[in-house]
């Protein structure tokens, strides 16, 4: 009887011979490079720093593309795009001590996001590690530490010969569910000590999925093909397992409106019969959810912003459907389902029967009538007109970068994404600088499609200097900055609790002159020609940047 673990793949006579006689000149780094195109990357984020030389040398003997950003934090922006639009695991490679700690709060985003990014640091000589207080260049008492409660795992080479495996297994770490960061950190002498190391060929680092043990999603077909008043909330979860044809199937099936959270946007037809679309922020919407009697939700863990800022409290039976153990039941007890979104959505589509019912359209067109009402009589016409103009201009296929911006808040809510996995913000840990850097690294994932950013005056400000990333490799993508001369969300935040906001106006330099000096085109526009300049600057191939002069609103919270 031959058992899985007896079979060992027999290397052939060519993969010997090259495992005997490795190409001279090669180091640590060829190592780290090497495992890289082995488990399957082609681009690497990052930039260079001395202990770091080791790997970013490798780079020029391997057929790997290296894209260079001019700040840590912006490099990890970018590499978490690619890892959305992608679903692969995207290499930043980072050099020591200030280097690596810049990339914290992009790391921190891509935890929150579910992004898979492999972040391979350097380290001080391995002489240096154990928390003595060497003198190295760079040296932290435990470097690890700074990351280990932001990324999913933390891997640790000592010799060159642990760099393969512990690349490897943070490449499954990254990819499996839920997706997330990960960090690597090799010394600097580890990556530049010659080494007579074969190769490094093809490696195994396939994830398993969460499969739905079959006894919970029996139960859950039960409630939905029994309730009165189902719903489905469906989060980033449906659009990381790419999901939404079954979402689709499912809610159709059942006849139960669906509401997508900011995660989640595109994951349900906009304008779908049954799409309650993604006006969480409005009390109509949340009344409608916690009246189900049954509430389907699906790979969302129902944070601050899924919740109207914890606001919401069903009524009815909740079923979670979350390969985030993490978030099962973090908020709202349910029947709780740890799985991939996709499997359980299939799993309930074998055995949830067609459920009619005439209401639930008319229910959920009364809802965004109320809801339409209610933003009407708020005076936000331009905010509205500007939202749509966006839109218009934006190709249906073409993906898009959120800052945290007052727009952006806007179109959390009311925003057709049109397709799945084309809208991303930074909702999920809300720091600024995440829009522009990260549209560069959608656009190097898929170079075939132009890529919008979307900044105020103040998030852009953290970005400016990767205006000459864009130049340098010629990546398609239009940057809108909306500037209304400070940090308008914060502005309106401290206007209504104290009566006046302090320390929210900001001196900016001239955006269209300063993209210029880039060599970047770029223009002025108003909210009657956004749709038209838009459109153009997306037409055209290379980065741009289209500057909007407006005082933006947001509509009244109903949180509060």
């Known amino acids: 009887m031959t058992h899985d673990h007896d079979l060992v793949l027999r290397p052939t006579e060519a993969q010997t011979a090259a495992a005997l006689d490795p190409p001279p000149g090669r180091n640590g780094g060829d190592l780290v490079i090497e495992t890289l195109a082995g488990l399957g990357a082609t681009t ?38 690619y890892g959305r639009i992608t679903g692969e695991a995207a290499p930043l490679l980072l050099s020591t001590g200030p280097g690596a700690l810049m990339s914290l709060a992009a790391l921190q985003e891509a935890a929150a996001a579910s992004a898979p990014v492999l972040a391979i640091g350097s380290q001080v000589p ?80 396939t994830p398993h999925e969460p499969v739905p043990r079959p006894e919970l999603t029996a139960v859950a077909a039960h409630l939905l093909a029994n309730a009165e008043r189902p719903a489905i909330i469906a989060g980033g979860g449906v659009v990381r397992s790419d999901a939404a044809g079954k979402l689709l199937a499912l809610a159709e099936r059942l006849n139960a409106p669906v509401v997508t959270t900011f995660g989640g946007k595109g994951a349900f037809p906009w304008e779908h019969p049954l799409s309650l679309r993604s006006w969480l922020e409005d009390r109509h919407t949340t009344d409608f959810l916690e009246d189900a009697d049954v509430l389907l939700v699906v790979g969302s863990g129902l944070g601050e912003l899924s919740s109207n800022y914890h606001t919401f409290a069903p009524r009815g039976r909740v079923v979670q459907i979350e390969a985030d153990l993490g978030k099962l039941e973090s908020n709202h007890p349910a029947l709780g389902i740890h799985a991939d979104a996709r499997l359980a959505l299939s799993a309930l589509l074998e055995t949830v029967p067609e459920r009619p019912d005439g209401t639930a359209a008319g229910r959920v067109a009364d809802v965004l009538a109320a809801v339409r009402e209610r933003i009407a009589g708020q005076d936000l016409g331009l905010e509205q007109r500007i939202v749509a103009a966006v839109r218009d201009a934006l190709p249906d296929e073409s993906p898009s970068f959120w800052d945290m911006t007052i727009l952006a808040y806007w179109a959390w809510s009311a925003f057709d994404a049109r397709r799945p996995n084309t809208m991303h913000s930074a909702q999920g840990a809300g720091g600024l600088g995440y829009g522009f850097p990260a549209a560069l690294g959608a656009a190097a994932a898929d170079p075939g499609r132009p890529v919008l950013a979307v900044s105020g005056d103040g998030g852009a400000m953290y970005s400016i200097a990767e205006l000459a990333t864009a130049k340098q490799y010629g990546l398609d993508v239009t940057w809108l900055i909306v500037d209304d001369g400070g940090y308008g969300i914060l502005r309106e935040y401290m206007t209504d609790a104290f009566g006046e906001a302090t320390g929210t106006e900001l001196a900016r330099p001239d955006f269209v002159a300063l993209a210029q000096s880039f060599g970047v085109p770029a223009l002025r526009t108003t909210p009657e020609t956004l749709r038209d300049d838009l459109a153009a600057s997306l037409a055209q191939p290379g980065p741009s940047v289209v500057v909007l002069p407006a005082l933006l609103r947001m509509f009244a919270p109903t949180h509060l």
């Open 44 to 81: 690497v984020f990052g930039l260079p720093g001395q202990h770091a030389l080791g790997m970013f040398d490798a780079l020029r003997r391997s057929t790997l593309r290296y894209v260079g950003l001019r700040v840590e934090n912006n490099a990890g922006f970018a590499a978490d795009a």
């Open 126 to 205: 391995a002489a240096g590690l154990g928390g003595g207080r060497h003198g190295y260049l760079h040296e932290l008492r435990d470097q690890q530490a700074s990351f280990r409660d932001i990324v999913k795992s933390v891997h640790t080479v000592r010799t060159a010969s642990q760099i393969p495996s512990a690349i490897a297994a943070a490449w499954e770490s990254a990819l499996s569910a839920p997706h997330g960061p990960v960090w690597v950190e090799v010394p600097q002498d580890v990556l530049l000590a010659p080494t007579s190391l074969p190769v490094v060929t093809a490696v195994d680092a």
